[in-house]
């Protein structure tokens, strides 16, 4: 079994930046997909930002040039750097990892930005 643990969310003002980390734990295949993806109430979850194990990345259109995903592959952990946060960007941001037919998410990690 694998456990996702998201940390790093919070309140910012308009223009800020937060640092979500997400460390997975339990038996992972090497060849895994890691990325984040976020919910905002009454909307559809939606991808954020996914980076596999070989370090190729996907952005939607919405956060590119002010998100940043990166992973440590030793270490199991998935990253997103938000900077010039917007109103819009406030949601529940989860971690999700797939590796061949096993997919995991984590518990959720609120991110508000005031304007």
């Known amino acids: 079994q694998v456990q996702l643990v998201e940390s790093g969310g919070g309140l910012v003002q308009a223009g800020g930046s937060l640092r979500l980390s997400c460390a997975a734990s339990g038996i992972i295949f090497s060849i895994n997909t890691m990325g984040w993806y976020r919910q905002a109430p009454g909307e559809q979850r939606e991808l954020v930002a996914a980076?596999?194990?070989?370090?190729?990345?996907d952005y939607a259109d919405s956060v590119k040039g002010r998100f940043t995903i990166s992973r440590d592959n030793a270490k199991n952990t998935v990253y997103l750097q938000m900077n010039s946060l917007k109103p819009e960007d406030t949601a529940v941001y989860y971690c999700?990892?797939?590796?061949?037919?096993?997919?995991?998410w984590g518990q959720g990690t609120q991110v508000t930005v005031s304007s």
């Open positions: 980076i596999n194990s070989g370090l190729t990345t």
């Open positions: 999700r990892l797939r590796s061949y037919a096993n997919d995991y």
